[in-house]
């Protein structure tokens, strides 16, 4: 069974900063893509950044020079260093994983930028 576990959530001060890790575990296949997604209250979840397994980026063009994605390939681990933050970054952030053929999902971590 496919786990995606987030961690590093919280609240921080505009203007600071953050780290989310993300690990996927118990599939067989390879994760090819994986990245961050948020869903602010009342709103679609949308890409934040994502990255391929030869280390290949996408961003959401709100998080360009703020926001960088990584990953550890033998750990499967994803990362999500946030700088900059704005109160309009609050949001709870998804972890997904995916595979050729499908696409798992985490649980969520709530970010919160506030004063």
């Known amino acids: 069974q496919v786990q995606v576990v987030e961690s590093g959530g919280g609240l921080v001060q505009p203007g600071g900063s953050l780290r989310l890790s993300c690990t996927a575990s118990?599939?067989?296949?390879?994760?090819?893509?994986m990245g961050w997604y948020r869903q602010a209250p009342g709103k679609e979840r949308d890409l934040v950044a994502e990255?391929?397994?030869?280390?290949?980026?996408n961003y959401a063009d709100s998080v360009k020079g703020r926001f960088t994605v990584s990953r550890d390939n033998d750990k499967d681990t994803v990362y999500l260093q946030m700088s900059g933050l704005k109160p309009e970054d609050t949001a709870v952030y998804y972890c997904?994983?995916?595979?050729?053929?499908?696409?798992?999902w985490g649980q969520g971590t709530q970010v919160t930028v506030s004063s």
């Open positions: 990255i391929t397994t030869d280390g290949s980026t």
């Open positions: 118990g599939s067989i296949f390879t994760f090819n893509v």
């Open positions: 997904k994983a995916e595979t050729w053929d499908y696409a798992y």
